[in-house]
């Protein structure tokens, strides 16, 4: 499809056509790209604008960049943690960002998103921030999220802050979250950490000892 095409697709009303314009332009370059994704940053269909999130990420460049930002305010949960995920390919540039997003947004999706993003990317202090945060969540999966967050500061100067936390949670009520902690304590070599997994291995619920016996196979 060439970008005449393209363009007659996006500005037709029916959202088909829309998508299947987006989807074209992944053949095409940033410079390209871009100008016809920004747009529809407020189209009223919510796969529309997931679209054209995921377009930002994969066709980076500065306007971009800020198109992403402006998507961190959508009204929908997951075209905001589309936005996230896009974002945080641009890497450091983004953190701040996603850490204020982090802060402001109580959905899980987003939450869940950014730590894992954070996992990917050299920033210990913002991940142990942003985990220490997400234990407290009332969403499980995000409170699982930041257990295996820690597992991931093992061998960065937030070691022993990480390990704190990750103590802490070993006498967790939830199951999950205790098997989470097993997961993330077997990458600490702390006299500490070794006591808790030891621990762990005669936990009263057996699936937290599977998780450790999966983990050493």
Known sequence: MNVTEIQEHLQSDDPQHRMRGLTALRDYSPEVAVPLLTPLMGDPEVLVRSFV???LG?????AGFAALVTMLGDGDANIRAEAASSLALYGPA?????RRLFQEDSGWLSRHGIIASMMEMA??????????QGLSDRNLLVRETALDGLGTLAN???APRALDLLLA????PQWQLRARVAYALRHFRDA????????????SDHRVVA???DAAL
């Not at 983004?94 to 996603?98: D, E, K, R």
């Not at 949670?169 to 967790?172: E, G, I, K, L, R």
């Open 53 to 55: 999130a995921m377009g």
């Open 192 to 203: 500490r950490a070794v006591a808790a997994l030891e621990q762990l291995r005669q936990d």
């Open 211 to 213: 998780t450790l016996l």
């Open 123 to 132: 920033q210990p202090q913002v991940l142990l921030e942003l985990c220490q």
């Open 156 to 158: 960065t100067e937030e």
């Open 169 to 172: 949670q070993v006498d967790n």
């Open 58 to 62: 994969r066709k980076r460049s500065e």
């Open 94 to 98: 983004a953190v701040p960002y996603l």
